[in-house]
């Protein structure tokens, strides 16, 4: 069985820095897409970042383009949202899945999901 495990999450002030990570132990992300998704108090859901089965990232959030970036650490089996110029509407649980295929930019071809980790930016 796939385990996510998500940390980095906290408070920060608006215009600082967090790193989120997510470790998979129990099976690998290499030939997976890997998403992080958040979802915010009374909002739905929403793919913020993907990365493809090979490892490139495809897919940013329009409203985090230049101030998120996914990357993949496969020897360590460890993807993380380095996210900057953090905003007060960036509040939200993240938390990252890994999809069933190669890519997915739905959270219904996402299968396994981790805890999630609470980011809170205060103004």
């Known amino acids: 069985q796939v385990q996510l495990v998500e940390s980095g999450g906290g408070l920060v002030q608006a215009g600082g820095s967090l790193r989120l990570s997510c470790a998979a132990s129990g099976g690998t992300f290499s030939g997976y897409a890997v998403g992080w998704f958040r979802q915010a108090p009374g909002k739905n859901r929403e793919l913020v970042a993907q990365s493809s089965w090979n490892g490139g990232v495809t897919y940013h959030l329009d409203s985090v383009k230049g101030r998120f970036t996914m990357s993949r650490d496969t020897g360590k089996n460890t993807v993380y949202l380095q996210m900057n110029s953090l905003k007060p509407e960036d509040t939200a649980v993240y938390s990252c899945?890994?999809?069933?295929?190669?890519?997915?930019?739905?959270?219904?071809?996402?299968?396994?999901w981790g805890q999630g980790t609470q980011v809170t930016v205060s103004s």
């Open positions: 899945a890994r999809s069933r295929g190669r890519f997915g930019f739905n959270a219904d071809y996402y299968d396994y």
